[in-house]
């Protein structure tokens, strides 16, 4: 199934190159799960190739992410608008740790949620229910991309031609980003608690 | 405050859980890469040089297994293997009015070729643009100076 969706994009690339880059991307960060990763390594050996423009394809996927990224901001923020989020967090003690870690951690999370695919579109959704300011989401969220983005497509354009050897390995980094990605955010909780004991 | 201890002991437990996990992943992919046959690729500044090397050099032979797949489009082969807009629908005698922007496996399909098929004789035309011209015998006759269409076009 993943093969043929990928396939499915490769063709689409290279049919209507960016803005099917464009499109790709954005459903992606908005929720989709779409193998991004390997369509980025892709669009990376193309532009080694000379087939696309490395720093054109680099500015098109940023722009869509931020994009994908905003409008799912934007609807938990909407919902928050709606319903009192104060009493959403009193009632829930789930809520009510997450909001205090998002608030405290904002930059880095949003950041470092960029470079996991899952955690990354939960993220967005917690931004916009935490309400973090909509210009700052923004900052963190396009310096985050531009680094994951940069990694996927500047690896494929080093590796070039071999890119479709590597495509098996992309997902297991996919994983080892997201464990990385917990063990801050747990050691985070612990360190706060312990300096908390501490007091 | 037993249930802080508790806590506690939950979120260390979770931490060393996930450095395991981690360290198992790195190594699985560790394994993999050594297991590659592009194993080459750990010197990063070798390969970007080698990379940017290569946007010099036309495609060859030993690259059309790599290059045509069955999602790649006429125009993208062309481009980069430098063949004749046309020299791929002369020979595999393409009709699709949409040439060179069709992908190699939707025009077999529409084609009733079977896609693998269709692949093989698109790698053989470009073998035989890219094969080297065999040099003949002045002894020989005139009309076989080159056997590669690459020189005809």
């Excluded at chain 1, 609807?75 to 967090?89: C, F, G, H, I, N």
């Excluded at chain 1, 998002?102 to 931004?127: E, H, M, W």
């Excluded at chain 2, 050594?34 to 010099?56: E, V």
């Excluded at chain 2, 643009?129 to 005139?142: C, D, G, H, I, N």
Aim: hydrophobic share 50%.
């Amino acid at each position: 199934m993943s093969s043929a969706i990928l396939s499915f994009l490769l063709s689409y690339l290279l049919l209507y190159k960016y803005v099917t880059l464009f499109v790709a991307v954005f459903l992606a960060a908005i929720i989709l799960p779409l193998p991004i990763s390997t369509v980025l390594v892709a669009v990376g050996a193309f532009s080694s190739q000379g087939y696309f423009s490395f720093w054109l394809s680099l500015l098109v996927a940023v722009v869509s992410n931020v994009i994908g990224d905003s409008i799912a901001y934007s609807l938990t923020r909407w919902y928050r608008d709606t319903v009192d989020r104060e009493k959403v967090a009193k009632s829930s003690r789930f809520f009510g740790a997450l909001d205090v870690y998002f608030k405290k951690y904002a930059a880095l999370t949003i950041i470092l949620s960029r470079f996991t695919a899952v955690s990354g579109s939960i993220v967005n959704f917690l931004a916009g229910f935490s309400a973090t300011p909509f210009s700052y989401f923004v900052l963190c969220d396009a310096i985050g991309n531009t680094i994951d983005t940069g990694f996927y497509i500047g690896f494929g354009y080093v590796v070039g031609d071999y890119w479709q050897n590597f495509s098996g390995s992309l997902e297991m980094i996919g994983w080892i980003a997201l464990i990385l990605f917990l063990i801050i955010v747990v050691s985070k909780l612990l360190h706060d608690r312990y300096w908390k004991a501490l007091k | 405050m037993k249930s802080q201890n508790d806590k506690h002991s939950i979120l260390t437990a979770v931490l060393l859980g996930l450095v395991c996990l981690l360290l198992v992943l790195c190594g699985v992919l560790f394994w993999r890469y050594r297991r590659s046959p592009h194993a080459h690729f750990g010197n990063p500044y070798q390969a970007i040089m080698a990379s940017l090397a290569r946007k010099h050099v036309s495609l060859g032979v030993a690259d059309i297994d790599t290059v045509v797949q069955p999602w790649a489009t006429f125009d993208y082969i062309n481009t980069l293997f430098k063949l004749p807009p046309a020299y791929l629908q002369t020979q595999l005698s393409i009709t699709d009015s949409h040439y060179p922007r069709v992908h190699l496996s939707r025009y077999a399909k529409s084609k009733n070729i079977d896609a693998n098929v269709f692949l093989a004789q698109v790698k053989e035309a470009i073998r035989s643009y890219l094969a080297p011209v065999v040099p003949v015998p002045a002894a020989s006759s005139a009309p076989a100076a080159s056997s590669s269409p690459a020189a005809s076009l």
